[in-house]
Nanobody, 126 residues
Framework: VQLQASGGGLVQPGGSLRLSCAAS????????IGWFRQAPGKEREGVSC????????YYADSVKGRFTISRDNAKNTVYLQMNSLKPEDTAVYYC????????????????????WGQGTLVTVSS
């Protein structure tokens, strides 16, 4: 089971980025996939999650209305579209899975996930 996050970079405040999480070694559409981020000196926090069975989505309050999670099963990839980016969104972003079908109420807790991608850095700065 491997996950690879990509798509990070430097963007100005108000800009957009789309992160990708590509899976290998398993069929991604069978499982819930979460996105997390970790800023320097801060704990890792849950950003969003998408379930497999019903496609339900979850978002942290800090990103609701700005970020959208989606999946492309044909490409075995989950995306995180990030719009209206703010400096406080600066962090390393990770995708992860616990090989569960649903995100559930504990979707934002890092220890619920067993497999992690390597992270991609997002920097929001003018």
């Amino acid at each position: 089971v491997q996950l690879q996050a990509s798509g990070g970079g430097l963007v100005q405040p108000g800009g957009s980025l789309r992160l990708s999480c590509a899976a290998s070694g398993f069929t991604l559409d069978y499982y819930a996939i979460g996105w997390f981020r970790q800023a320097p000196g801060k704990e890792r926090e849950g950003v969003s999650c998408i379930s497999s069975s019903d496609g339900s989505t979850y978002y942290a309050d800090s990103v609701k209305g700005r970020f959208t999670i989606s999946r492309d099963n044909a490409k075995n990839t989950v995306y995180l579209q990030m719009n209206s980016l703010k400096p406080e969104d600066t962090a390393v972003y990770y995708c992860a899975t616990g090989l569960r079908y649903l995100c559930g109420s504990s979707w934002s807790i890092p220890y619920e996930y067993d497999y992690w991608g390597q992270g991609t850095l997002v920097t929001v700065s003018s």
